[in-house]
C-alpha cells in the first residue's frame, strides 16, 4: 500500500464546523497532494506539497488550507465546510528519491468520504 | 495551465475488441504523462506512463503514444477482458521541480461479455 494512511476514512460533518483530513506517509516521499473526486469531474487537485512548509494551489482551492509541518504528515483543513465540499478525497505521494532514482509514480491513499449535512 | 482533456468519457466494448482513450494537453513543459485504473470503490493505481522523450510504450495488452507535436497522448488496451472495466484516468505533471499533478476527467471503460 506504498505507506499512506488518511484518517478518517468516512466523517459526517453540519455545515460551518471546520474538519481537518490526515495524511499520513512511510515512505519519505518528498510530493504530497490533496484531491477531490466528484462525479463528472474525476480528480480534481485541491493543493500541494513539494517539501516540508512548501505548499501551492491546484485547481480548486478556495475553502480549503493546507499544512506540512514535517515530511510525513500533509493535512487538509476545511475551515468552515460547506454542502459542496461532499466528496471524497484522496490524498497521494510521490517521488521517492531512495537508491539514487526518481520514481515519479503517486501513490494513493485509500480515500476519505467527507459528508456535509 | 496544466489542464488536460480527456475523451470520451464513457466507453463501452465486447470482450475481445480494443478500447483507446485521448488526453491532450496544453503545456508543452509537461513532460510525464501516466494513466491510471480506477476499479469500484477503490483507489486509483498506475497502471502505465511515459515520458516526452519516449512515443510509445508497451506492457502486454496495454501500450500508451505521446505525440508531443500535437500535444495528445493515448491509452490502448487490446483484447479486452471484463475486468479492464474500470475509470481511467490520464495525468500530466507541470514540467519544473515543483511536479503539480493533474489529471483528466476519468473514462468509464465497460467490457460486455
Known amino acids: 500500500d506504498a505507506g499512506i494512511t488518511q484518517s478518517p476514512r468516512h466523517k459526517v460533518t453540519e455545515t460551518g464546523t471546520p474538519v481537518t483530513l490526515r495524511c499520513h506517509q512511510t515512505?519519505?516521499?518528498?510530493?504530497m497532494y490533496w484531491y477531490r473526486q466528484d462525479p463528472g469531474h474525476g480528480l480534481r487537485l485541491i493543493h500541494y506539497?513539494?517539501?516540508?512548509?512548501?505548499?501551492d494551489k491546484g485547481e480548486v482551492s478556495d475553502g480549503y488550507s493546507v499544512s506540512r509541518s514535517k515530511t510525513e504528515d500533509f493535512l487538509l483543513t476545511l475551515e468552515s465546510a460547506t454542502s459542496s465540499q461532499t466528496s471524497v478525497y484522496f490524498c497521494?505521494?510521490?517521488?521517492?528519491?531512495?537508491?539514487?532514482?526518481?520514481?515519479?509514480?503517486?501513490?494513493f491513499g485509500q480515500g476519505t468520504r467527507l459528508t456535509v449535512v | 495551465g496544466e489542464n488536460v482533456e480527456q475523451h470520451p468519457s464513457t466507453l463501452s466494448v465486447q470482450e475481445g475488441d480494443s478500447a483507446v482513450i485521448k488526453c491532450t494537453y496544453s503545456?508543452?513543459?509537461?513532460?510525464?504523462f501516466p494513466w491510471y485504473k480506477q476499479e469500484l470503490g477503490k483507489r486509483p493505481q498506475l497502471i502505465i506512463d511515459?515520458?516526452?522523450?519516449?512515443g510509445e510504450k508497451k506492457d502486454q495488452r496495454i501500450a500508451v503514444t505521446l505525440n508531443k507535436t500535437a500535444k495528445h497522448f493515448s491509452l490502448h488496451i487490446t483484447e479486452t477482458q471484463p475486468e479492464d472495466s474500470a475509470v481511467y484516468f490520464c495525468g500530466l505533471d507541470s514540467g519544473g521541480s515543483n511536479y503539480k499533478l493533474t489529471f483528466g476527467k476519468g473514462t468509464l471503460l465497460t467490457v460486455n461479455p
Open positions: 511515459i515520458r516526452s522523450n519516449v
Open positions: 506539497s513539494y517539501g516540508v512548509k512548501d505548499t
Open positions: 497521494a505521494i510521490s517521488e521517492s528519491r531512495n537508491r539514487g532514482q526518481r520514481n515519479t509514480e503517486a501513490f
Open positions: 503545456d508543452s513543459a509537461s513532460n510525464y
Open positions: 515512505e519519505n516521499h518528498r510530493y
